[in-house]
Structures are given as structure tokens and as C-alpha cells.
């Protein structure tokens, strides 16, 4: 299956702080010509943002609040939001025994206290308190480089204690130039059946790591290409993938930046520019149902006859976050312009 591409022209990204890159390009929706939108649809490069976080207290129930003043034999630990408490590990005793009896006596005391979840981090350096935790009841959390976290439901009934994440999130990167050529690569460690494969490149986002920032990230690592994000144009869900976790897997669109291609080779055996036909037409692309419809709905978009989910940067009160909401500029789709000042970006 063949398809035209009709020729198009780049329009100049532009940086207008606080705000992220911006395209200025024409919008449309579903092949339908629009209006210039109130909304600009943002071109994301991730150079202006770097890895910097903006922190600010969490609403979930290992985040300490306030301080439980210090009882005889009860660990020193902190009140959450949500009725529980929070253990301070760096003021764990040093020896099994010490630790055993202040663990009894903190449990017994906050459950008079009418205290509900007790979150229990240990360090790395005190993983022997791990076994004695478990054996009074403590289950495991979660564990990261340096630490496991236990938890201890002490009300009658099902623990309400939120789970710990479920999800793995990857990208995919659909980067294509000006003379319709589709930046893919081979992977050098995979699966036999797909040795022989020309893929757009992909990855899992890291820690913190915000999924505009990730595509651009993948791309340049793996094909040292810069590009700047365009948008979401559909995301994979699937369950029970590695270790047993849920996968999204979100499909973006980039403008390449720069064309001359260098691989890692430590995980990708070769990458270059293929025609677009060429690489629609590899057999398993043609066979496989879900590799051809992210290309249909990529191809789409380069047609602008389809319009995926820009990244917008905005704040809640909730939390005072800076952060991205991705989405449609439903708005100016419809054709309509709003009169009250909320639809202001």
C-alpha cells in the first residue's frame, strides 16, 4: 500500500519564554482547514529544559507532614495526610533487638492513636531490619536503588494503602525530513523475529522525565539526531509485559533538527534515513495490525489530515506544579471562538 505524501515546508520554531518551543504552523483537524487558534501548538526542544524539577509537596501518603512528638520506645516517624505515618529511617536503632521492641511498642501505640497506614523505609546499610519487619507483619511496597519500602495496615479490614506503580511508559519517535524519508533504526539486541526490522526508534522515559523530553532523548541517543517535539498522535496500552507490569507506549512526532546520523552502537546496530515507501512496505509493517495503523495515523499527520496532542505548560493550585497537559486544541477544531477568559493560555 502506497501512500503520497504531498510536499511541505518546516516553519521556523521560536522560543518564547516561560513558554516552551512553539510552532507556528497552520492548524488543522481531520483534513478540515481552521482558524488560527488561540492555542499555539508548542515545538518542544528539550535543550531549554533540561533535567531541573520544580519540587513541591506531594499529596500521597508516604510524604511527611507533621512531626509525632517523641514517646518512649515509639519511632521517631511523621503524620501524613491521610491518617498514617511515615518512619524516619535515619533515626532507626542500630541493633535487631533495640529495633524489635521499638517497632512493637510504635505499632501498638499508633494504633491507639487511631492511626491507619505506617509506611517503613530501610536503607540499604539496614537491610538486616528488613527480616524483623516482616515477621511483625510488615509487607513489602516497593524497592529503589538504596532502599525497600514496607507498609503496615494497622484498622480492621482491607488495607487502603495505594499500590505501588503498575505502568511502564515508552515512546516512540516518528521523525520524518523534507524529502520524506522516515528516520528508522535496527535494533542491535532483540527478539530473532525482529532482527530484520527497520523500526522508528524507542525507548522507556526515565525517572522524572517528561514524555515530550523522552522522544527527543531516544531519538538523539540512539541516532544522535536533535529534533524538536511536534505531538501525541496515539499511545499502545498493554498488560502484563515486563515483570508482570502494564505498558503505555506513547507514539509521538518530531522535527529533525539536524540530518547527519551517529549510532549508539551499544544498542543499536544501524539507523538511517529510508524513503517512506520503502519502510511502509517492509512485510512485517504490512502484516502486522498495530505497526500499521501507528504509521497510517503518522502518516496522517504529515498530510494534516490528523492532529495529535500537543504539550501545553500550565500550573495547578492543587499542588503548585509546573507541568504538561497534552492535548487537542478541540477549539479551534470546532471552528469557535471562545468568549470566556478560563480558555486563555
Known sequence: MAFFVPSFSY?????????????????????????????????????????????????????????????????DAFEDEYGGVVVDPTFLPNTSNAFSASLRSSLSYWSQQGKRGVWLKILEGQADLVPIAIKEGFIYHHAEPGYVMLTFWLPDGPAALPSTSLYQIGVGAFVMNEKQEVLVVKERKCPSHCAVIWKIPTGFIDKYEDIFFG?????????????????????????????????????????????????????????????????????????????????????????????????????????????????????EAAGCVPETSWYKV
Not at 519564554?17 to 512553539?22: A, D, G, H, K
Not at 527527543?216 to 498493554?238: N, P, Q
Not at 492532529?307 to 495547578?316: C, D, E, I, K, R
Open 215 to 331: 522522544a527527543i532523548r531516544e531519538v538523539r541517543e540512539e541516532t544522535g539526531i536533535e529534533s524538536c517535539f511536534l505531538d501525541v498522535v496515539a499511545f499502545r496500552h498493554a498488560h502484563q509485559v515486563t515483570f508482570d507490569k502494564s505498558d503505555i507506549l506513547f507514539i509521538c512526532t518530531l522535527k529533525p533538527l539536524s540530518f547527519d546520523i551517529s549510532v549508539d552502537e551499544s544498542e543499536i546496530e544501524s539507523a538511517q534515513w529510508m524513503p517512506l515507501d520503502e519502510f511502509i512496505n517492509q512485510p512485517f509493517h504490512q502484516e502486522d495490525e498495530m505497526c500499521k495503523a501507528i504509521v497510517d495515523i503518522c502518516i496522517a499527520r504529515y498530510q494534516k489530515c490528523y492532529t495529535g496532542f500537543a504539550a501545553h505548560q500550565v500550573t495547578s493550585k492543587l499542588d503548585n506544579r509546573v507541568a504538561y497537559l497534552y492535548f487537542q486544541d478541540t477549539v
Open 11 to 75: 516553519l521556523r520554531c521560536h522560543l518564547s519564554l516561560p513558554r516552551p518551543w512553539i510552532s507556528n504552523r497552520k492548524q488543522v483537524a481531520f483534513g478540515r482547514p481552521v482558524r488560527a487558534s488561540a492555542f499555539r501548538r508548542p515545538c518542544l526542544k528539550s535543550s531549554i529544559f533540561g533535567t531541573g524539577m520544580i519540587l513541591s509537596k506531594r499529596t500521597n501518603a508516604v510524604i511527611p507532614d507533621t512531626p509525632l512528638l517523641g514517646t518512649t520506645n515509639v519511632l
